[in-house]
């Protein structure tokens, strides 16, 4: 919806913005807990600006020349700043070990000032995003981004609270320990992402599909006698495909069975499984056709 585009348009606008204020404040007073939540924001950012991008690349028509449009320029996008993140997210690691160790001098009164930043620019995204939520109205999506922001949110307390820690007791290693909360927090959700996409285009079998266990239910399907190249992959995050050759009786090539064979075996891979997949191509062939076939059937 355009509604929806509009406000994580916003929502990503407020995350860069903060994201750039709280660069400067580490880079002022020497603060990786600082850093370490501007990293948190770009984990973050990355996720609104892929959201955005895949659905106005989404919206372009497919061409001759590209099949299936720009579906996967998402999961490209998508590698990349999974990349570049993980490399944040392990330098703040081990530079927050190693300040554990040797604790600098941290501006705590300028820790406060862009904490605050941070933390009033987190509560304008989530006032953004939850304004044209009413119940069912409200999609997958934006409750994603929702609880993106909402965990920026909880990164700019917890400097706060370092910042605060310090000002009162001098403990200098507060930076520190909130740094490495922070690393955490990223390392994680980053790996994963990157996993993912790295599958994807791997072109692996989807996650949460086995193949196995649809070979055997088109096998029990009437008239089927055997089923082989069976491949499925994703073009992008939610859009699964799936070919297979399809062995069935002679009699089906006569008696003009085949169209409600192939109707029978496009509704088993949309409706029986927990990935449904709506993009299906089935070649139906003879059992005499395996020898003409290039390759070893699998």
Not at 112 to 119: E, H, K, P, S, Y
Not at 136 to 158: F, H, P, T, Y
Not at 261 to 279: G, K, P, R
Request: charged share 15%; aromatic share 4%.
């Amino acid at each position: 919806m355009t509604s929806n585009r509009r406000r994580l348009g916003i929502a990503l606008g407020v995350t860069v913005t903060i994201l750039l204020v709280e660069a400067v404040g580490a880079w002022l007073s020497g603060s990786l807990a600082l850093l370490a939540d501007a990293g948190h924001m770009l984990t973050d950012s990355a996720g609104l600006a892929i959201a955005l991008i895949a659905a106005s690349l989404a919206a372009r028509p497919a061409t001759p020349q590209r099949t299936w449009g720009y579906r996967r320029a998402e999961v490209l996008a998508a590698t990349l700043q999974a990349a570049i993140l993980l490399a944040v997210g392990v330098f703040i690691i081990v530079e927050g070990i190693r300040r554990l160790l040797q604790p600098p001098e941290v501006a705590s009164t300028a820790m406060i000032v862009f904490g605050v930043v941070g933390l009033l620019g987190n509560a304008a995204s989530i006032l953004v995003l939850t304004g044209g939520q009413k119940g069912q109205n409200s999609n997958l999506n934006m409750r994603a981004a929702l609880l993106e922001v909402i965990n920026d949110a909880l990164g700019s307390v917890a400097v706060l609270i370092a910042a605060v820690v310090i000002a009162t007791t001098g403990w200098l290693r507060a930076d520190a320990l909130v740094s490495l909360l922070i690393g955490a927090l990223i390392l994680p959700r980053t790996i994963k992402l990157l996993r993912e996409t790295i599958e994807v285009l791997l072109e692996a079998t989807p996650r949460g599909l086995d193949l196995d266990a649809v070979r055997r239910h088109l096998l029990e399907l009437p008239h089927v006698r055997d089923v082989h190249d069976l491949h499925a992959s994703q073009i992008t995050s939610g859009l699964p495909v799936l070919s297979a050759h399809v062995v069935v009786d002679d009699g089906c090539f006569h008696d003009g069975h085949t169209p409600q064979m192939l109707d029978a075996l496009q509704a088993c891979v949309a409706e029986h499984f927990e990935v449904a997949i709506e993009h299906s191509t089935f070649q139906l062939e003879p059992a005499a056709h395996a020898a003409h076939e290039a390759g070893a059937h699998h």
